[in-house]
T-cell receptor
Framework: AQSVTQLDSQVPVFEEAPVELRCNYS??????LFWYVQYPNQGLQLLLK??????LVKGINGFEAEFNKSQTSFHLRKPSVHISDTAEYFC????????????FGGGTRLMVKP | SQTIHQWPATLVQPVGSPLSLECTVE??????LYWYRQAAGRGLQLLFY??????ISSEVPQNLSASRPQDRQFILSSKKLLLSDSGFYLC?????????????????FGNGTRLTVT
């Protein structure tokens, strides 16, 4: 079975500061990794995805994530956050072994303060 | 371009009443369709998915059911709501994988329905 752990349920940060949202997964086979963002009372939007190739993935809104196979991690980073980045962020994993079904982490609430 | 519509946006229902949430997708054919639930302060739980008309797979046993009467229509139902059914319900679609069901391609979500059972 595959699983996703987002270690921080909430991350407060000041505007223009860097941020890292942590994500670790468990799976015995090759995985595909995703980060989604959810603004209040809305559905989820895809930020970025790793399917294969370069382990550093760039997404929308200045976010990037790095796939680290040895540490089974896919942490999300942004060098300078804005107030508008305040949202819930979800890491997700899928694999051929699990029928390609997505498993989501519990989410991390990013709170950007002025 | 593809769009996904989900309604209603909010719903307040008494315990024991029926439920029907509808989701439609436009601009694509034979999508994979999904219903997720997000309880307050928690992550997403996959409830149902469908790879074609009339084909429904349930991930979690509960008093909810799903149907897919048309290619791009996905309905979530209940005959009698429980308090524990309260939550944020999200419909999503994805392009079918070549080898099996499920999204190696990303999920595209609707804006959700916030259901409060009183």
């Amino acid at each position: 079975a595959q699983s996703v752990t987002q270690l921080d349920s909430q991350v407060p940060v000041f505007e223009e500061a860097p941020v890292e949202l942590r994500c670790n997964y468990s799976s015995s086979v090759s995985v595909y990794l995703f980060w989604y963002v959810q603004y209040p009372n809305q559905g989820l939007q895809l930020l970025l995805k790793y399917l294969s190739g370069s382990t550093l993935v760039k997404g929308i809104n200045g976010f990037e994530a790095e796939f680290n196979k040895s540490q089974t991690s896919f942490h999300l980073r942004k060098p300078s956050v804005h107030i508008s980045d305040t949202a819930e962020y979800f890491c997700a994993v899928s694999s051929n072994n699990a029928g390609n079904m997505l498993t989501f982490g519990g989410g991390t609430r990013l709170m950007v303060k002025p | 371009s593809q769009t996904i519509h989900q309604w209603p946006a909010t719903l307040v229902q008494p315990v024991g009443s029926p439920l029907s949430l509808e989701c439609t997708v436009e601009g694509t054919s034979n999508p994979n369709l999904y219903w997720y639930r997000q309880a307050a302060g928690r992550g997403l739980q996959l409830l149902f998915y469908s790879v074609g008309i009339g084909q429904i797979s349930s991930e979690v046993p509960q008093n909810l059911s799903a149907s897919r009467p048309q290619d791009r229509q996905f309905i979530l139902s209940s005959k009698k709501l429980l308090l524990s059914d309260s939550g944020f319900y999200l419909c999503a679609w994805s392009v079918p994988s070549l080898d099996s069901y499920g999204p190696n391609s990303p999920l595209h979500f609707g804006n959700g329905t916030r259901l409060t059972v009183t």
